[in-house]
C-alpha cells in the first residue's frame, strides 16, 4: 500500500512541474500586468517602470521562472502583489471554503447519485429508471449556474427558504453554513451527480449479470444481500476510479459557483487574482490546489487496491 | 412422493421473435438419494431446466408458462421469493458451469463458503469458521484452514469448482444439481472432479441431478437418464436399460459417438444436421429433419412420450421397430 502511495506521489512529479510551467506561461502571455492594477489608471509611464522593477517584472521571463522555482524550492510561495498577504497564508485561508463547498457538493453527489443509479439499474426499464436517468441527464446537459439561478430564484426568492447569497463559515455557526452552502452545493453537485448516477446504472447492471451474482441468489442470499454485499461490492471498484475525476471536477465547478453565489473559496480568489494578474498568487494559488487534487487521486488508487483484492496483490 | 417432482413444465422467453418455449412439457422425478443423469446437445434446454427449478431465472424475460416443480411436496413454481431464498442452499444447491467467475472475486473463499450458511442456519463465528474448514478439507482442497483466507483468483480452476461443491454442500441439502460441473476443466482435472462429486454423494446421501453433454459421464455417474432434444424429453430410462436397449434414433446417435469421457458429444458425427433454434423448430417430430428412420407420418404431430416398459419411456412413433432391431441385432 505504501509502496502504491510513493510510487503514486513520484509519478504526479512531471505532472506538477507541467502545471507550474504552464500557468507561468499563460499569466505572461495575456496582455497587461500588474503594474497597471497597482498603479491605477493615473500612473504615468515612469512610476509604472518603477513599480515593475520593484516586482522584479523588469528582469527576462526565463530568470522570473527560475526565482519563482527557487523560492518553491525553499518553501516560498512569495506574497500576493494586491493584498500583501503571504500567497500561502491566502491559500490556506480560501482553500477550506471551497473544500467544505466540494466535500458537501461531493456527498449530495455520492448519495443522490449512487442511490439514483442503483434503484435505475434494479428496476431496469421502468418509470422509476427513466425517470432517475432523464435527471441525470438534465444535470449533465444543463450549465451549473443556470440550475443556480433557477434555485436562487424558486428557493430563495419565490419560497424564502434559502438565502439569496452570503456566505457564513462553518466554525462561526454550522446552521448559517448549511444554509447558505445548500444551494451553492447542489447546483455545483448536479453535473457529476448526473455522471455517477448513469456510470453507476451501466455499472451495477453489468456486474448484475455475472455468474458469481447467480452463485449468490442459488445459495439463498436474501436479495439485499445479493445486491448491497455481492453487487455493489464489485461495482465500486470501477465507480472508485470516476470518484478521482469527480473531485476534480467538483473543484474546478466550484470557481462558477462561488462566483455566482459570491463565496470567498479559491474559485473567487484565483478568478481575482488573474483579474489583476497576480502573478505569484495564482501560480502558487493552482500549485497548491494542483497538489491537493493529485493527492485526492492517490487516495483513490488506494481505495482502488483495497476494494480489489486482485489489485491488492499484484502490487505486492 | 418423489424428493422432486416435475410436472408438464414449460419455461417461456420473451424473445424480439415473440414468446418462445425454451422448454415444453417436461415430466420427470428423482428420489431421495438418487443420481439423475441429464443428457443433450447444446440448446436441448437442460440449463433452463435446472435454472427453473431454482427459480433463478429472471423475470421477465423467463415465464414458467405451464407445469410445477414440486419439491418435499411444496410447490416450488409461484413461490415466494423469500421461501425460495430459505430452500436454495439448504434444500437445493446448484454447481455450475464455468468455475472461473462463479466465485465472486472480491471476497475470500472463506466468507463465501460462511456467508451460505450464516443465511441458513443459527451459528456462532466459531462454527461457522468450523464448518468452512470441514467442507473444503471435504473437497479436497489442502491444508484447509490456511485457505480460508485466500480469494478466487489465488486458486485453479479445478479448486475453484472445489469451492464452489464446498458451498453447495455446506448447508447438507437434499439435492444438488451440477449442471456441467465438470465441462470447463482440464480432463484430468474432469475425472478428480467427478470422483469427488461421487464421493460426497455416498457421504451425504443426496440426490444429484448431473447435466452433461458427455455419455462417458452419464455411463459412470447416473442412476437414471433424461435425453433431451430442442426443449423437449425424447427419452427416460434407466442407465444400463438405456446404453443397452436405446429407443429414440437421437439416443441412438448420442450413443454411437463413442462415450469416453475424453470426448464429449457437443459435435455429434453420427448425427447430421444441427438442433433447430427454439424459433425455427419443425412442425411434427423435431428431430425428423436428421434422423435416419424418418417416415412421413413424423412430419404430422408431436409425438408423445410413451412408456413401452416400467421405467423407459421414449417419445418416437417408431421406437418399438428399432428396439425390436437393435434385440435381433
Ligand atoms: N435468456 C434467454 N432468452 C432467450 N432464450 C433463451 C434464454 N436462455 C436460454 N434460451 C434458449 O433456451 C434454449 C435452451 O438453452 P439452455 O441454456 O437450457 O441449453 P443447454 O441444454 O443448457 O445447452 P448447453 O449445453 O450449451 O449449456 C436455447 O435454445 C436458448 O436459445
Ligand atoms: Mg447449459
Redesign the interface.
Known amino acids: 500500500m505504501a509502496g502504491i502511495a510513493l510510487r503514486r506521489l513520484l509519478g504526479a512529479l512531471p505532472v506538477l512541474l507541467i502545471v507550474s510551467l504552464i500557468t507561468f506561461a499563460l499569466l505572461r502571455l495575456i496582455p497587461g500586468d500588474p503594474s497597471s492594477v497597482i498603479g491605477g489608471p493615473s500612473a504615468t509611464a515612469d512610476q509604472l517602470a518603477q513599480i515593475r522593477r520593484n516586482l522584479g517584472l523588469d528582469e527576462p521571463l526565463p530568470m522570473q521562472l527560475v526565482h519563482w522555482y527557487a523560492g518553491l524550492l525553499q518553501g516560498n510561495l512569495g506574497r500576493s502583489l494586491l493584498m500583501g498577504q503571504g500567497v500561502v497564508e491566502v491559500t490556506f485561508e480560501r482553500l477550506p471554503v471551497t473544500l467544505g463547498l466540494s466535500l458537501y457538493a461531493l456527498v449530495i453527489t455520492l448519495v443522490a447519485g449512487l442511490a439514483s443509479g442503483i434503484v435505475a439499474a434494479l428496476r431496469q426499464n421502468t418509470w422509476v429508471d427513466q425517470l432517475a436517468m432523464m435527471v441525470a441527464m438534465l444535470g449533465i446537459s444543463v450549465p451549473n449556474f443556470f440550475l443556480g439561478l433557477l434555485g436562487i430564484i424558486f428557493f430563495a426568492v419565490k419560497l424564502g427558504w434559502l438565502p439569496t447569497g452570503g456566505y457564513v463559515p462553518f466554525s462561526q455557526d454550522p446552521w448559517e453554513w448549511f444554509r447558505t452552502t445548500t444551494m451553492p452545493a447542489v447546483s455545483l453537485a448536479m453535473l457529476q451527480m448526473g455522471l455517477l448516477a448513469r456510470i453507476t446504472r451501466s455499472t451495477m447492471l453489468e456486474v448484475l449479470r455475472q455468474d458469481y451474482i447467480r452463485t449468490a441468489r442459488a445459495k439463498g442470499l436474501p436479495g439485499r444481500q445479493v445486491v448491497v454485499k455481492h453487487a455493489l461490492a464489485n461495482a465500486l471498484i470501477p465507480i472508485t476510479t470516476v470518484i478521482g475525476i469527480i473531485v476534480s471536477l467538483l473543484i474546478s465547478g466550484s470557481v462558477v459557483t462561488e462566483t455566482l453565489f459570491s463565496i470567498p473559496g479559491m474559485g473567487q480568489l484565483l478568478t481575482q487574482a488573474v483579474l489583476n494578474r497576480d502573478y505569484p498568487m495564482v501560480q502558487g494559488g493552482l500549485l497548491l490546489t494542483t497538489v491537493f487534487l493529485v493527492l485526492v487521486n492517490i487516495m483513490v488508487d488506494i481505495c482502488y487496491a483495497f476494494l480489489d483484492p486482485r489489485v491488492r496483490y499484484d502490487g505486492k | 412422493m418423489s424428493l422432486l417432482e416435475v410436472r408438464g413444465l414449460t419455461t417461456a422467453f420473451r424473445t424480439e421473435r415473440g414468446e418462445i418455449n425454451a422448454v415444453e412439457d417436461i415430466t420427470f422425478d428423482i428420489d431421495e438419494g438418487e443420481i439423475l443423469g441429464i443428457v443433450g446437445e447444446s440448446g436441448s434446454g437442460k440449463s433452463v431446466t435446472a435454472l427453473t427449478i431454482?427459480g433463478?431465472l429472471p423475470q421477465p424475460p423467463a415465464r414458467v408458462a405451464a407445469g410445477s416443480v414440486r419439491f418435499r411436496g411444496e410447490t416450488l413454481t409461484g413461490m415466494s421469493?423469500?421461501r425460495l431464498?430459505?430452500?436454495?442452499?439448504?434444500g437445493i444447491?446448484?454447481v455450475?458451469q464455468?468455475p472461473m467467475?462463479?466465485?465472486?472475486?472480491?471476497?475470500t473463499i472463506g466468507e463465501q463458503i460462511m456467508?451460505?450458511v450464516r443465511?441458513?442456519e443459527k451459528a456462532t463465528p466459531r462454527e461457522l469458521r468450523d464448518r468452512a474448514v470441514e467442507m473444503l478439507d471435504k473437497v479436497g482442497i489442502p491444508s484447509a484452514a490456511k485457505r480460508l483466507g485466500d480469494?478466487p483468483?489465488?486458486l485453479s480452476g479445478g479448486q475453484r469448482q472445489r469451492v464452489?461443491l464446498a458451498?453447495?454442500l455446506a448447508c447438507r441439502p437434499k439435492l444438488l444439481i451440477a449442471d456441467e460441473p465438470t465441462t470447463a476443466l482440464d480432463v484430468t482435472i474432469q475425472a478428480q472432479v467427478l470422483d469427488l462429486l461421487m464421493d460426497l454423494r455416498d457421504e451425504f446421501g443426496m440426490a444429484v441431478m448431473i447435466i452433461t453433454h458427455n455419455m462417458g459421464v452419464i455411463a459412470e455417474t447416473a442412476d437414471r437418464v433424461l435425453v433431451m432434444y430442442a426443449g423437449r424429453i425424447v427419452e427416460q430410462a434407466p442407465v444400463v436399460r438405456l446404453f443397452e436397449r436405446p429407443e429414440h434414433p437421437y439416443t441412438r446417435g448420442l450413443l454411437e459417438c463413442v462415450p469416453t469421457l475424453e470426448q464429449d458429444t457437443e459435435r455429434l458425427a453420427a448425427i447430421p444436421g444441427s438442433l433447430p433454434e427454439p424459433g425455427r423448430r419443425p412442425p411434427g417430430c423435431r428431430f425428423a429433419p436428421r434422423c435416419r428412420w424418418r417416415i412421413d407420418a413424423c412430419r404430422t404431430g408431436l409425438p408423445p412420450l410413451v412408456e413401452q416398459e416400467p421405467g423407459h419411456a421414449s417419445a418416437c412413433i417408431r421406437a418399438a421397430e428399432i428396439a425390436a432391431q437393435i434385440g435381433a441385432a
Open positions: 431454482m433463478l421469493e423469500p431464498e430459505r430452500i436454495r442452499g439448504s444447491s446448484m455450475f464455468e467467475t462463479s466465485l465472486n472475486p472480491v471476497f456467508e451460505t443465511a441458513h480469494y483468483h489465488q464452489m458451498i453447495a
